[in-house]
Nanobody, 126 residues
Framework: QVQLEESGGGLVQTGGSLRLSCAAS????????MGWFRQAPGKEREFVAA????????YYADSVKGRFTISRDNAKNTVYLQMNSLKPEDTAVYYC???????????????????WGQGTQVTVSS
């Protein structure tokens, strides 16, 4: 059973930084891509960033490009999301996600991912 557990959320002022972590367990971590998504109140879940299993490929939503960085440590079974220059519109519950299908690919669609963490709240005050 694949389990994902996010941590690192919190309250931060505009312009601040946070680093989210997602610890994965239940299968070989290094052969699957990983993604980060977020969901604000009253809005649909949206793509934030994704990383391939080899770390050679990353992909970002336009809204976070240049401010957020996704990375992974396959030895620690962990994926990270470094968030800098945070804005109030970044306020949301952040989820990490993993697919059932392994391989060196990445995708930005919610339905490309099968396993989800419980989420961690990020609140950016103005």
């Amino acid at each position: 059973q694949v389990q994902l557990e996010e941590s690192g959320g919190g309250l931060v002022q505009t312009g601040g930084s946070l680093r989210l972590s997602c610890a994965a367990s239940g299968r070989t971590f290094s052969i699957y891509p990983m993604g980060w998504f977020r969901q604000a109140p009253g809005k649909e879940r949206e793509f934030v960033a994704a990383i391939s299993w080899s770390t050679s490929n990353t992909y970002y939503a336009d809204s976070v490009k240049g401010r957020f960085t996704i990375s992974r440590d396959n030895a620690k079974n962990t994926v990270y999301l470094q968030m800098n220059s945070l804005k109030p519109e970044d306020t949301a519950v952040y989820y990490c996600a993993a697919p059932y299908r392994r391989g060196n690919w990445i995708h930005d669609r919610v339905n490309a991912y099968d396993y989800w963490g419980q989420g961690t709240q990020v609140t950016v005050s103005s």
